[in-house]
């Protein structure tokens, strides 16, 4: 159903591979509310993923561009504002790569040029996004700015590896960014913090099916989905949410706030053996 929230609103959405990407939902709502936007990706991703068909579908064009290449976001953000006919409302960063994670690297064990890659294109890439934005004074006032995180930023989840210090940071740099922007040009800055979503970036986690299941036993209202994940979006790009900034907003059926649940703990007396070996360290 669509109430016309961003009626007239234009942005950038950065990420839309496939259509399983929570970024591909945020484009297929926000045009139905009412927004004109560009997409943009990698060129590898482009030339691999499907963007071009959701670029059809939301009347849109795709521009080419990666988030870690300041010159890249220059080009990108001032031919957004070219083509959508004037200064930008809301932007999209819906960005995580982890070579450490693809190459199956132990945290412990780490190779430190594949961590600045991390860091760079999973968080740093944020930072480059807003400054170029600032800079060229290419967001109007209220625009609302956001990026989608996960709770390993907070806590310790097996085999996230780096992506957790990725996403600490990039919680960080929405709140210092949300009070240098906030105060200047009423621009609010926000994280959200999304349950586990079964997506390509997703799928890269050790042993996702497992954390997805996990997570919807312990979360009251079950794992928040792609779509709802969109339909939030949506909301905070709206102008129904003006004072929201510098937040990290669970969307996350709750999880974030258990401790445990007595769904996950039935599962987990199911499946525990009789005996384990005290001395075994499981990392
Ligand atoms: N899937 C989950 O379980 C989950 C949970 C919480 C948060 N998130 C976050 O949601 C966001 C979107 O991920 P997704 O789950 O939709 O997966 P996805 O794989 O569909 O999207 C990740 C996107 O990042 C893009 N990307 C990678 N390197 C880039 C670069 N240098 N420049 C520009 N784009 C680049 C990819 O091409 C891809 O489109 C990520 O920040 C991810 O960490 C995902």
Redesign the pocket.
């Known amino acids: 159903m669509s109430y016309n929230l961003l009626k007239g609103k234009r942005g950038i959405i950065?990420?839309?591979?496939?259509e399983?990407?929570?970024?591909w939902k945020v484009a297929e709502r926000a045009y139905e509310e009412g927004a004109t936007f560009t997409l943009t990706?990698?060129p590898v991703?482009l030339r691999m993923?499907e963007t071009q068909k959701l670029a059809e579908k939301c009347n849109t064009e795709v521009i080419a561009?990666?988030?870690?290449n300041v010159e890249d976001l220059e080009m990108l953000i001032s031919r957004s504002v070219e083509v959508l006919g004037g200064k930008l409302d809301f932007i999209l960063h819906?960005?995580?790569?982890s070579p450490n994670v693809r190459k199956g690297k132990h945290y412990s064990e780490l190779d430190y040029d594949l961590l600045e890659k991390t860091l760079d294109?999973?968080a740093i890439?944020f930072h480059k996004v807003l400054q170029v934005a600032r800079k060229q004074d290419a967001l109007n006032q209220w625009a609302s700015v956001l990026a989608?995180?996960?709770v390993a930023a907070q806590r310790t989840f097996y085999g996230y590896n780096d992506?957790a210090d990725a996403k600490a940071l990039l919680e960080s740099i929405a709140r210092s960014f949300g009070y240098i922007y906030g105060r200047e040009r009423n621009v609010r800055i926000n994280t959200i913090s999304?349950?586990?979503?079964p997506?390509?970036?997703?799928n890269g986690?050790k042993m996702f099916d497992n954390l997805l299941d996990f997570s919807e036993r312990m979360s009251p209202l079950g794992n928040a989905s792609a779509d709802e994940c969109a339909d939030y979006c949506i909301v905070m790009f709206s102008d129904l949410t003006r004072k929201v900034t510098m937040q990290n907003l669970f969307h996350d059926g709750g999880f974030s706030s258990m401790g445990m649940s007595l769904r996950a703990m039935e599962q987990y007396k199911k499946g525990c053996p009789e005996e384990e070996d005290p001395n075994h360290i499981y990392d």
Not at 14 to 18: S, V
Not at 65 to 68: F, G, N, V
Not at 194 to 197: F, G, H, L, N, V
């Open positions: 950065f990420g839309a591979l496939n399983h990407s929570i970024a990706n990698v991703a993923g561009a990666d988030a870690a819906s960005i995580g790569m294109v999973s890439s989608l995180s996960y992506m999304q349950s586990p979503t997506t390509t970036a997703g986690i």
